[in-house]
């Protein structure tokens, strides 16, 4: 099984509101990453997390924040965003050595 | 710092046609290389990649890619593409010091006529 999966589909939310996005993964991986991908552009990497622990953060607004809960778990807790953080969000996952990561399908997130 | 650069930013190909995309990257030591593939409305799907040994590797769906170590290069290729071909394709690299950070390409689209 090489599914990532994440929850929800689509958001839409204010920029008051706060929010969480969710990352799953059953494959025994140890490392664990959020993307943000444009339009018609590369994903960019935000964060990190190997064995649990945040081990890159990208230079990301405090506006954005992470959580490991477990190996299996990564969370992104979204708090008075800005309508240019309006993106897809992609999680990854990848078990050392082999290197490659496994995306999720996204959160198509709107920022209004 | 680690660069990939694809240069084909939009290929238009009707089907049957052969296919080749360039992907060189800028990095001095050892590393691991990747092509992953985003159809329309769906998630990067893991194309093929490349960690060491055999410079041609086969990857799903008839794809292939080549790594030539003095050009810095990792070319895509399919000897005839199909209108399901029709796709944003990212080249990508890590430094095997460091196989957390994946550095994409600018991407390349792909469409596919019939």
């Known amino acids: 099984d090489t599914e990532v999966t994440q929850t929800p589909k689509h958001l839409v939310m204010g920029m008051t509101n706060k929010k969480s996005l969710k990352c799953e993964q059953h494959?025994?991986?140890?490392?664990m990453y959020w993307y943000k991908q444009k339009a018609k552009k590369p994903p960019e990497l935000m964060f990190v997390?190997?064995?649990?622990?945040?081990?890159i953060n990208e230079s990301v607004p405090s506006r954005f924040s992470p959580e490991c809960p477990n190996s299996s778990l990564l969370n992104l807790h979204l708090h008075a965003l800005q309508p240019e953080d309006s993106a897809l969000y992609l999680c990854?996952?990848?078990?050392?050595?082999?290197?490659?990561?496994?995306f999720g399908p996204g959160t198509r997130l709107t920022v209004t | 710092a680690q660069s990939v650069s694809q240069h084909n930013h939009h290929v238009i190909l009707s089907e049957a046609a052969s296919l080749e995309l360039g992907c060189n990257y800028s990095?001095?030591?050892?590393?691991?290389l990747f092509w992953y593939v985003q159809y329309p409305g769906q998630h990067l799907q893991l194309l093929l990649k490349?960690?060491?040994?055999?410079?041609l590797v086969k990857g799903i769906k008839g794809f292939e890619a080549e790594f030539i170590k003095s050009k810095f290069s990792f070319n895509l290729r399919k000897p005839s593409v199909q209108w399901s071909d029709t796709a944003e394709y990212f080249c990508?690299?890590?430094?095997?010091?460091?196989?957390?950070?994946?550095?994409f390409g600018t991407g390349t689209r792909l469409q596919v006529f019939p």
């Open positions: 990854a996952s990848s078990h050392a050595p082999t290197y490659e990561q496994y």
């Open positions: 990095y001095g030591g050892t590393v691991n």
């Open positions: 990508a690299v890590n430094a095997q010091y460091n196989t957390d950070k994946l550095i």
């Open positions: 494959m025994g991986h140890r490392a």
């Open positions: 490349y960690f060491s040994g055999d410079p």
């Open positions: 997390y190997s064995y649990e622990k945040l081990s």
